[in-house]
């Protein structure tokens, strides 16, 4: 089993920046790719962005490319989102999510959810 804890959010005036973290704990053999997605109210949740443990493969939603930026650190097993540049769009719960490759995660199959963490960008 697997846990995934979120921190990071909060309220920031359009124009900041936050960043996220996520930390997995427990046995997560065979789950390479650790992402974020996001929902905002009455929307489905989206993805943002996934990085596999290699580093070598990372992709943004275009929302948020150019903007945010996925890294992680393999020693630590945390993944963290650095938001830059944030509109008010960018408004949502967002969710740590880790699966077997950054395909499967990118479209949505997650093996693991995390609680999510709120962010709110105020115009």
């Known amino acids: 089993q697997v846990q995934l804890v979120e921190s990071g959010g909060g309220l920031v005036q359009s124009g900041g920046s936050l960043r996220l973290s996520c930390a997995a704990s427990g046995r997560s053999r065979g789950l390479y790719a650790m992402g974020w997605f996001r929902q905002a109210p009455l929307k489905q949740r989206e993805f943002v962005a996934v990085?596999?443990?290699?580093?070598?493969?990372?992709a943004y939603a275009d929302s948020v490319l150019g903007r945010f930026t996925i890294s992680r650190d393999n020693a630590k097993n945390t993944v963290s989102l650095q938001m830059d540049s944030l509109k008010p769009e960018d408004t949502a719960v967002y969710y740590c999510a880790l699966g077997r490759d950054s395909v499967s995660v990118r479209s949505g199959t997650v093996d693991y959810w995390g609680q999510g963490t709120q962010v709110t960008v105020s115009s």
């Open positions: 990085t596999t443990d290699s580093g070598g493969t990372i």
